[in-house]
């Protein structure tokens, strides 16, 4: 269904669109993929395209993602405008990866106008994706953080932490980016030991994901304990402890990464 092949279509002939006004996702309520719109709905509603990248192709039609100039009015019964978090859990993973993608592809293209080595207007190059300085010659390709985001293991018991910042009551995974230099394995040591006091031994890798909030790439992990007493670091941390699977509190959606690392271990 999903194809992220980079090269346009040469003809927009029946295109899809992931359409985006002053950076929030435009939803259609009354589509089974309320995150596409097609082209005779960009034209009906009159909405103007500012810009757009190439994303790929959904079930075998190319897809672009658009900024549309701000809307003035809009259909409450028809459409929704919010954020990708409005997304999950309401459409499968590769649309959201989709969506995702179209949500950083713009991003990318607004935060590189200029040239961060020489001030000047940049322009999309030929034949790549990239940004290109026409007077020093500068390329910049979209921008991808990657993390790392571990389940600490102590037998059948989970070590999840509560986030400072997160608005609602949610326990989840460690997670932090890698820094200059770093292995991804020497991040999570790293993070695991300042976030929470503890240490890790045995590592095993789980998987990936691509997290748009905004363009990062989690790489998935379990650790076992090795010691130490839980510190929650009361920065990034507000409290953590071991669950056992029987006695969780609330915790991600199965789309996120840490979702599926907690399940994952819960079904063995």
Known sequence: MLDLQPKAPTTRDGALHIVFSAGKLVMDLQSRRPCVLSDRDLADHGWQVLREQFVGYWEGEACFAVEIDDIVEIDALRFQV?????????????????TGRAAQLLDWERDHRYCGRCGS????????????????????????????????????EMLLARNARFPRPMY??????IEAGESAEETLRREAYEE??????????????????PNQLMLGYFAEYAGGEIRPDEQEIAEANWYHPRELPPVPP???IAGQLIRAHCSR
């Open 82 to 98: 919010g954020n990708l978090y409005h997304l999950l859990g309401r459409v499968d993973d590769q649309l959201f990866a989709l």
């Open 121 to 156: 207007p940049m322009e999309p190059a030929a034949g790549e994706r990239a940004m290109a300085c026409g007077r020093c010659r500068t390329l910049l390709y979209p921008r991808i953080s990657p993390c790392v985001i571990t389940l600490v293991t102590r037998g059948d």
């Open 172 to 177: 989840s995974t460690l997670a932090g980016f």
């Open 196 to 213: 929470v006091g503890v240490e890790v031994g045995e590592i095993r890798y789980f998987s990936s994901q691509a997290w748009p909030f």
């Open 254 to 256: 199965p789309a996120s």
